[in-house]
């Protein structure tokens, strides 16, 4: 049963599915839930530290409940989209229609973004393909090439477009993370080509693929359903892909890796990522916050990621650092403290 605690990220299609079929400020309610009511909880409940023992962790790795219950999520991702298409042009007052729109949003950027994340790493061109399917929702199919071959490489580096500086606005990073890692995924993906002897501008190239899919998704919602569904949907995505980038400024936020005597960077350690064993947000994010093991071992399945005492340890979940984040000089205050406290 303790396998099925992973279920929890089912509440927020649950307030979806609220918030499209209220009024007025229930509209807002996956809003209320995941940046209102989780960041409070979680000052009641004690992080949860603990790992499985060898033998149980090579269990549940090969457990393949752990993935259906990500497999479900695409057919309730599909199917909420296809609903917001529907709802949002209900005769609604504005503060209804951006309720309905920001529940959409946290879909995009939850069962979206950091699902496709998962499904992404895994080797299993199936479960690639429903990853690169979960991020098409979001607008954000960019996201695996530089994910993958760029941000896993060089990670907590200058060269990285998601790793935050020292001291760089979340509004300024939104920016510059989000369009540097876009220009990126092209050049993996000429290089990746040009490496292979095959030509840069064909079907075999992601980017290429992702963009005419990406026109045809746009250009159908247009068609059946008219340019103000469509307007509503790329703002739905653009909330899922900010909170995809807040994510990744909190995640790795002014820690930087050394440089060895011949001018390399050292490679990725524990320490190089900030992470959260906060209960509540751990299991809605499936199990994100435990960002360091992640980056030691990318293909690593959620379920079996560890907490370990060498990574900088944030004082609450996700959804409570995401909301301190929004505020640069608390930010830099707090965050700033811990970084000095941390590489002493």
């Not at 979806?16 to 009511?37: D, E, M």
């Not at 950091?114 to 299993?124: F, I, T």
């Not at 008219?226 to 949907?233: E, I, W």
């Amino acid at each position: 049963m303790k396998r099925l605690k992973y279920l929890l990220v089912y509440l927020l299609p649950i307030t979806v599915y609220i918030s499209f079929t209220s009024k007025g400020l229930l509209t807002f309610l996956p809003v209320f839930l995941f940046f209102g009511i989780v960041p409070f909880l979680e000052f009641f409940f004690k992080a949860d530290s603990n790992n499985f023992d060898r033998e149980t962790e090579k269990l549940e790795k090969e457990n393949k409940l752990y993935s259906w219950i990500l497999y479900a999520i695409i057919p309730v991702q599909l199917a909420m989209l296809i609903f917001f298409f529907y709802v949002v042009q209900e005769p609604l007052t504005a503060i209804e229609y951006m309720g309905r729109v920001w529940s959409m949003g946290l879909m995009c950027g939850v069962m979206g973004i950091n699902v496709g994340h998962e499904l992404g790493h895994r080797h299993n061109k199936t479960e690639q393909l429903l990853g690169e399917m979960l991020l098409l929702t979001s607008l954000n199919t960019h996201f695996l090439p530089y994910h993958n071959g760029g941000h896993h490489l060089n990670v907590a580096t200058p060269h990285d477009a998601a790793t935050a500086r020292k001291n760089e606005p979340l509004y300024f990073f939104w920016i510059r993370s989000h369009f540097s890692s876009y220009k990126e995924a092209w050049q993996l993906e000429n290089k990746r080509l040009n490496t292979a002897g095959k030509k840069p501008f064909s079907l075999q190239h992601k980017m290429v693929v992702y963009s005419i899919v990406t026109v045809l998704l746009l250009g159908a919602v247009y068609y059946f359903f008219g340019g103000f569904v469509l307007l509503s949907f790329v703002l739905a995505a653009v909330i899922g892909i900010l909170l995809l980038e807040t994510v990744n400024y909190i995640e790795h936020y002014g820690l930087l890796r050394k440089k060895n005597e011949s001018g390399r960077y050292e490679k990725v350690r524990h320490h190089h990522s900030w992470n959260s064993d906060h209960i509540i947000g751990k299991l809605m994010l499936f199990n994100l916050s435990r960002h360091s093991d992640h980056h030691y071992n990318g293909s690593k399945p959620y379920q079996v990621l560890k907490s370990l005492p060498e990574s900088p340890q944030m004082p609450t979940g996700y959804p409570g650092m995401m909301l301190l984040s929004l505020l640069p000089p608390l930010w830099f205050r707090y965050m700033n403290a811990k970084i000095e406290k941390f590489q002493q």
